[in-house]
Nanobody, 126 residues
Framework: QVQLVESGGGLAQAGGSLRVSCVAS????????LAWFRQALGKEREFVAG????????VVADSVKGRFTISRDNAKNPAELQMSSLKDEDTAVYYC???????????????????WGQGTQVTVSS
């Protein structure tokens, strides 16, 4: 089994920055795609950004492109989502997810991810 634990969410002002991290345990960290999804109150879960097992492929949603950056360091384990120029509409619970079946690609479909963290709240105030 794989356990994913997010940390680093919280409250930020519009235009500010936050960083969320995801630590994986239970299996080799380096052989999976890792992605961030978010779910705002009353809305469906949406893809934010993803990075494949070796960092050679990254996908970022248009809604956050130029503002959010995903990174991973397989030697250190945590994968991070750096969020800048935050907007009110970035308020959501952020989840990290791991895909061990197709680690060479980044899927934007949440159904392609086998493991999920418990989520961390990000709130942006204007």
């Amino acid at each position: 089994q794989v356990q994913l634990v997010e940390s680093g969410g919280g409250l930020a002002q519009a235009g500010g920055s936050l960083r969320v991290s995801c630590v994986a345990s239970g299996r080799a960290f380096s052989v999976h795609t890792l992605a961030w999804f978010r779910q705002a109150l009353g809305k469906e879960r949406e893809f934010v950004a993803g990075i494949n097992y070796n960092g050679g492929s990254m996908v970022v949603a248009d809604s956050v492109k130029g503002r959010f950056t995903i990174s991973r360091d397989n030697a250190k384990n945590p994968a991070e989502l750096q969020m800048s120029s935050l907007k009110d509409e970035d308020t959501a619970v952020y989840y990290c997810a791991a895909d061990y079946k197709s680690p060479w690609r980044v899927s934007t479909n949440p159904s392609d991810y086998q493991y999920w963290g418990q989520g961390t709240q990000v709130t942006v105030s204007s």
